[in-house]
Structures are given as structure tokens and as C-alpha cells.
Nanobody
Framework: QVQLVEFGGGLVQAGGSLRLSCAAS????????MGWFRQAPGKEREFVAV????????YYADSVKGRFTISRDNAKNTVYLQMNSLKPEDTAVYYC?????????????????????WGQGTQVTVSS
């Protein structure tokens, strides 16, 4: 059974940093591209970042580019999202997701439908 479990959410002041982690089990982690999405109150879930299965390619939403960094540790079956210079508009529930396709172009992996498995989410709140 595949499980994705997010950690690291919390309350932070604007301008601060948080690092989210997502621990995966039940899958061959190194064969999966991993993405992060977020859903703010009253809004639809939106793409944040994706990292290819090889670790060689990344793609970010414009709203987080230059502030967020996605990375992975295959030995720990974990993907991370380092979030710096946080803004109140970054407040959301953050979800990690796994994509099993090995041949997708990274920039096409922004829709939710591209992902096979999802975590339950972790709350990030940025105060002004």
C-alpha cells in the first residue's frame, strides 16, 4: 500500500522559512517524480513544484520561483520543499504527490491528474 506522509508544516511569520518533508512508502521511490501542491482556503488546489524521478529536472510555479526549492533523498524515500521568504499568501494546506511516468516532460506535470498518489497534507500558516 502506497503512503505519502507530509511533515513540517506550522505557523511562521512573513519573511520566515519552513521545510516540508514527505515520506513515501510502498513504492519504488526512485522511479517516481514528486510534486508539491497547495490549497488555500476557498481556493482550488494548485501546483507548486515538481522534481523528476532522476532528480535532474525541476519546475516551479511562478508564484514560488526563487523562494521555494524542491529536493529529494532517495535513500530516505523523502522529498522536501524548502520555503524561504514566506508570504501570507503562501498560507495553505500543502500536499505531496507521486507520478509514476518516467517519460513525461517536467513542465507538463502541473495538473493534478498527472499524479497517482497523494498525501493527506500539512498546514502552513504565514502571519503578516
Amino acid at each position: 500500500q502506497v503512503q505519502l506522509v507530509e511533515f513540517g508544516g506550522g505557523l511562521v511569520q512573513a519573511g520566515g522559512s519552513l521545510r516540508l518533508s514527505c515520506a513515501a512508502s510502498g513504492l519504488t521511490f526512485s522511479s517516481y517524480s514528486m510534486g508539491w501542491f497547495r490549497q488555500a482556503p476557498g481556493k482550488e488546489r494548485e501546483f507548486v513544484a515538481v522534481l523528476s524521478w532522476s532528480g535532474a529536472s525541476t519546475y516551479y510555479a511562478d508564484s514560488v520561483k526563487g523562494r521555494f526549492t524542491i529536493s529529494r533523498d532517495n535513500a530516505k524515500n523523502t522529498v522536501y520543499l524548502q520555503m524561504n521568504s514566506l508570504k501570507p499568501e503562501d498560507t495553505a494546506v500543502y500536499y505531496c504527490a507521486a507520478n509514476s511516468g518516467l517519460s513525461f516532460t517536467i513542465a507538463t506535470m502541473t495538473p493534478e491528474r498527472m499524479y497517482d498518489y497523494w498525501g493527506q497534507g500539512t498546514q502552513v500558516t504565514v502571519s503578516s
